[in-house]
């Protein structure tokens, strides 16, 4: 079993940053690709981003290219989320999720394991 626990959400002003974090424990972090996903109410959860287990790949959705950043550290079980020029649609609940088996994804169904998510809130 892998355990995800993501923070760094909150409330912040159109156009500012928030940099989410999200801490792995349990078996082979370093192994697994990982990825952000985000669903606002009313919604479909949708994919943000997503990293290959050894940083040589990495995907975005086109609403975030150019402003949000996907990294990890395999050496602290962390996998991060730097989210500049923030926009009141970004608003939604992140989740973290581990992928055990197989390449990067985009598709949320490949995902394995999930955290419980951190909210983050864009007011304009």
């Known amino acids: 079993q892998v355990q995800l626990v993501e923070s760094g959400g909150g409330l912040v002003q159109a156009g500012g940053s928030l940099r989410l974090s999200c801490a792995a424990s349990g078996r082979t972090f370093s192994n697994y690709p990982m990825g952000w996903f985000r669903q606002a109410p009313g919604k479909e959860r949708e994919f943000v981003a997503a990293?290959?287990?050894?940083?040589?790949?990495?995907y975005y959705a086109d609403s975030v290219k150019g402003r949000f950043t996907i990294s990890r550290d395999n050496a602290k079980n962390a996998v991060y989320l730097k989210m500049n020029s923030l926009k009141p649609e970004d608003t939604a609940f992140y989740y973290c999720?581990?992928?055990?088996?197989?390449?990067?994804?985009?598709?949320?169904?490949?995902?394995?394991?999930w955290g419980q998510g951190t909210q983050v809130t864009v007011s304009s």
């Open positions: 999720a581990a992928r055990s088996t197989g390449r990067i994804t985009t598709m949320a169904y490949y995902y394995d394991y």
């Open positions: 990293i290959s287990w050894d940083v040589s790949n990495t």
